[in-house]
T-cell receptor, first 113, second 114 residues
Framework: GENVEQHPSTLSVQEGDSAVIKCTYS??????FPWYKQELGKRPQLIID?????GEKKDQRIAVTLNKTAKHFSLHITETQPEDSAVYFC????????????FGKGTKLSVIP | DGGITQSPKYLFRKEGQNVTLSCEQN?????MYWYRQDPGQGLRLIYY???????QKGDIAEGYSVSREKKESFPLTVTSAQKNPTAFYLC?????????????FGPGTRLTVL
């Protein structure tokens, strides 16, 4: 089955700096890679996603890059703000055409004012 | 994701009891999922259903059961066979138009076994 590794498990940055979270996946047939943000006690919410037919996608301060050859993808947050503090999860689809997602174990991001 | 509701928000159970967690969605999504979340473990798939009256086991289905009698409802029963049921349970739904689509999550149910 699919295996998703996420690093780092915790990340602290100064407000205004950039944050990068990296994930690797094992199944070369995976074609969908979402990122979720989860605040304490709340539901995960999709912040950005990318499909395997593109290498990069941006949405304001958030971007995701995908390297299919190396089987890794990354979340980039620029100009971090205290409200960006949360746990971030990456996920990969369970092979081509599957509805299942396999999630990484999460990264706790703390933005220090 | 406001179209997915879970109840109750908090649930306490005595050992040996079965409990059922509710999940309802009004997004007209075909696919629904149940995940378990433990600290430092991410989200692990318990069961999923792509269509009414059909469902498949996920990675950690032992000790759980589900039903999918209606498109909008996907209840999860935590049975007494589940060895360590204390966790945060999340329900999700998505379209199933032949490709992996965005999963939207409910607010979750926190189950505590006393």
């Amino acid at each position: 089955g699919e295996n998703v590794e996420q690093h780092p498990s915790t990340l602290s940055v100064q407000e205004g700096d950039s944050a990068v979270i990296k994930c690797t996946y094992s199944d070369s047939a995976s074609n969908y890679f979402p990122w979720y943000k989860q605040e304490l006690g709340k539901r995960p919410q999709l912040i950005i996603d990318i499909r395997s037919n593109v290498g990069e996608k941006k949405d304001q301060r958030i971007a995701v890059t995908l390297n299919k050859t190396a089987k890794h993808f990354s979340l980039h947050i620029t100009e971090t703000q205290p409200e960006d503090s949360a746990v971030y999860f990456c996920a990969a689809s369970y092979g081509a055409g599957s509805y299942q997602l396999t999630f990484g174990k999460g990264t706790k991001l703390s933005v220090i004012p | 994701d406001g179209g997915i509701t879970q109840s109750p928000k908090y649930l306490f159970r005595k050992e040996g009891q079965n409990v059922t967690l509710s999940c309802e969605q009004n997004l007209n999504h075909d696919a629904m999922y149940w995940y378990r979340q433990d600290p430092g473990q991410g989200l692990r798939l318990i069961y999923y259903s792509q269509i009414v009256n059909d469902f498949q086991k996920g990675d950690i289905a032992e000790g759980y059961s589900v039903s999918r009698e209606k498109k909008e409802s996907f209840p999860l029963t935590v049975t007494s066979a589940q060895k360590n049921p204390t966790a945060f349970y999340l329900c999700a739904s998505s379209n199933s138009g032949g490709t992996t689509d965005t999963q939207y999550f409910g607010p979750g149910t926190r189950l505590t076994v006393l």
